[in-house]
Nanobody, 112 residues
């Protein structure tokens, strides 16, 4: 079973940036996505990247977030710029649609 380990979260001021990483224990031949879950809300997909490198973003993050991957390292990234308080959430990676056990996620808190 593939394990997914997210990292890179933290506390950042509004307007700041963070880069999240997702490492898989083996190669994944699927579209991968970054998801987030804010307190009291459902988990939502915010960005995805296909095997060919085509990307897609939720409207709420378009122009601010960038998803990328390093196939050699079985690692996916989410560069988050111009962060706002509404981006506060636990961020997870998984395939799209999600096929693997969810990792623990990484907390992103945007606050002054």
């Amino acid at each position: 079973q593939v394990q997914l380990v997210e990292s890179g979260g933290g506390l950042v001021q509004p307007g700041g940036s963070l880069r999240l990483s997702c490492a898989a224990t083996r190669s994944i031949l699927n579209t991968m996505g970054w998801y987030r879950q804010a307190p009291g809300k459902q988990r939502e997909l915010v960005a995805s990247i296909t095997m060919a490198g085509n990307t897609n973003y939720a409207d709420s993050v378009k122009g601010r977030f960038t998803i990328s991957k390093d196939n050699a390292k079985n690692t996916w990234y989410l560069q988050m710029n111009s962060l706002a308080p509404e981006d506060t959430a636990v961020y997870y990676c998984n395939s799209n649609p999600p096929l693997y056990r969810w990792g623990q996620g990484t907390q992103v808190t945007v606050s002054a």
